[in-house]
């Protein structure tokens, strides 16, 4: 029984049997998450949530990031919270199956640990570990198939994860562990139609706010399938697509028939979070390649003293996920950018990197932009990697640079260090925070050491 193993295992799972490389990437993950979040707190996508919603925010239970003095209920914090940190899509990513995973999960365990009080910052990280853990190799079990058809992974897992890590914080038991999974699982939310819109960065939002419910009804005595996610008509088998051996497949992945394939724990078994990355780009993830390669062609034209403006044509050999994904030749604004590989590399030729500033709608409709936009044309190559690509400049005089990404920025083989996530934290958070965004990262780093966890949502 999957579900019931789950629960056992998120129930079990212990501080102590956490690896130091574990923990080292559940705090970056935090802390990545906290500066997303923040910096998309002020987004019209997270404003028009805010005020729309406004009427049915109950008492001050848990606060939202970047928002000073904003208290609400915990569920609607979850919510809020949650939008903010995927809004740019600059949040992290587990790489075998694109789940932003820490969104979901850390904005339901934030709202809840605040509202109840007297956690601390490893009771936390140990929550947001089983909720990665679970989300992750969830996905594992439906991926790809659940994501070509059109469900956003993030999401669809995400209500589970949240669930699990929220179950922890609160010390249920495993049958009410049992139940709030089935509770999650039934809450499946997400569709790939809407990116490039506001809607796509509700879906972690409401993803933690759906797992966060069913932890709290799950405590209270709520019940559910206790086998609702492997079940004929469960989870794993409605969403699954095409896979006919879904049931198989999840136990695999669980470690139900094989431990070194399993859930991460003390005798064996992979830890999901190891995979984790985090993005230099807040767009998708797909077109970092290209984005790099363009920052790196910029400053070779600008070594050669020629202009940008001077280009005559930029070919880029692609992996088919890329277009598939990120193919919109014409985004009408910010949000369609992100979903536009084309935007992604005239970017990177103009201004030789990629900021959530060159993902505002002005940049996205500006003339020089668009100019340089219309000049790129993406092949997809079945031999090339989902974080590579070859590129092949011409100049109108004749000049050709040409460009190898094989790992991008962010990959698993090019990850980027403590000293990149830190800058990357402060040039977010500035805008909002600004002056304490410097202290707000100091502390954010350490959640580790922290006493009582709730300090992080008064700062931020």
Known sequence: MATKHIATWANELNYSDLPQDVIQSASRSFYNWVGCAIGGSDHPATTIAYNSLSPFFGPPQSSLLGRKGAKIDAQHAALINGIASHVHDYDDTHLDTIIHPTGPVASALLAVAEWKGGFSGKEFL???IVGIEVE???????????????????????????????????????EQMNHALGVAATQVIGLREVFGSHTKSFHPGRAAQSGLIAAVLAQG?????????????GWANVVGATKSSIPESLEKWLGMDNQDLGL???????????????????????????????????????KLRLEVADIKEVKAKVHPLVLELTGKRKPKDGLEGKFSVFHGGAI???????????????????????????KIECVADTTIAADETKIVLTMVDGNVLEKHVKYAVGSIEAPMDDQMLRQKFEDQCAAVLGGGARSASTKCWNVEDMSDIAEIARLA
């Open 126 to 128: 140990l929550a947001l």
């Open 136 to 174: 992750c190799k969830l996905g594992l079990a439906v991926w790809p198939e659940h994501y070509d058809v059109g469900w956003h992974i993030t999401s669809t897992t995400g209500s589970i994860g949240a669930a699990a890590a929220v179950s922890k914080l609160l010390g249920l038991s495993v």
């Open 221 to 233: 005595g709520y019940t559910s399938s206790e086998t609702a996610i492997e079940a004929k008509r």
């Open 264 to 302: 991460a724990s003390t005798n064996g078994g992979r830890w999901e979070i190891l995979r984790n990355s985090f993005k230099p780009y807040p767009c998708g993830i797909v077109i970092h390649p290209v984005i790099d390669g363009c920052s790196q062609l910029h400053r070779d034209i600008a």
């Open 348 to 374: 990177g030729l103009i201004f030789g990197k990629g900021t959530p500033r060159q993902y505002e709608d002005e940049a996205v409709r500006d003339l020089a932009v668009i100019e340089v936009r219309n």
